[in-house]
């Protein structure tokens, strides 16, 4: 059963870095929830969800959420085998525990991050549409995992549960589909 979660993109950035000789490119979308995409509950603790859905869910703490979209080309045999892409996945949707606070680094919240590997005609062409002075407006991510993922008791299917083994640990879902808005 397919999951959709819709988001505003609020801000897209090119990155880039250089793998031995091969220079890499990544396109990371910073988004937030729309009050359509209704409230994502990760574990007893966090949340993805606007202002406007969280009342009742009281002390949780709401989670950011960037998505990178990465050429599919760069992977190499192992690594599609080992993120076990196919036909039917295209990335994970990944939460992110809390980090804590040590001589190095300071606290981090808990987050989700998203990889999502597509064509480099479909790579190619956001960043084009970006560069060109182009908008995303809005991504949808059809999630994915029996057993961890579920809607609430809402006959809307308005809530999802993503019940997680541990809240200490990563813990990831796939993404199935994305689909972003351009505007003109």
């Known amino acids: 059963m397919q999951m959709p979660l819709e988001l505003k993109v609020k801000r897209a ?16 979308l910073v988004c937030s929830p729309t009050d359509k995409s209704g409230t994502l509950e990760i574990g007893d603790r966090h949340v993805f969800a606007t202002r406007r859905n969280r009342p009742i869910l009281g002390k949780r703490k709401s989670c950011a959420l960037v998505v990178s979209v990465k050429r599919r080309s760069s992977l190499t045999k192992e690594n599609i085998d080992t993120i076990g892409l196919s036909a039917s996945k295209i990335g ?41 002075g182009k908008r995303a407006t809005w991504l949808e991510l059809e999630i994915e995992k029996r ?32 689909d972003v808005g351009i505007a003109f």
Not at 14 to 27: A, K
Not at 105 to 127: I, K, M, N, T
């Open 13 to 28: 950035n090119l990155v880039s870095g250089m793998d031995g000789e091969n220079t890499w490119f990544e396109l990371h």
């Open 92 to 132: 994970n949707l990944c939460f992110v525990p809390p980090g804590e606070k040590d001589l190095f680094w300071p606290s981090q919240s808990a987050a989700l991050d998203a990889d999502v590997f597509v064509s480099d005609e479909l790579f190619d062409g956001l960043v084009s549409a970006l560069q060109s």
């Open 147 to 178: 057993g961890v993922l579920e809607y609430g008791w809402e006959p809307d299917g308005s809530r999802k549960v993503w019940k997680l083994e541990s809240t200490t640990e990563m813990s990831c879902v796939d993404v199935e589909s994305m």
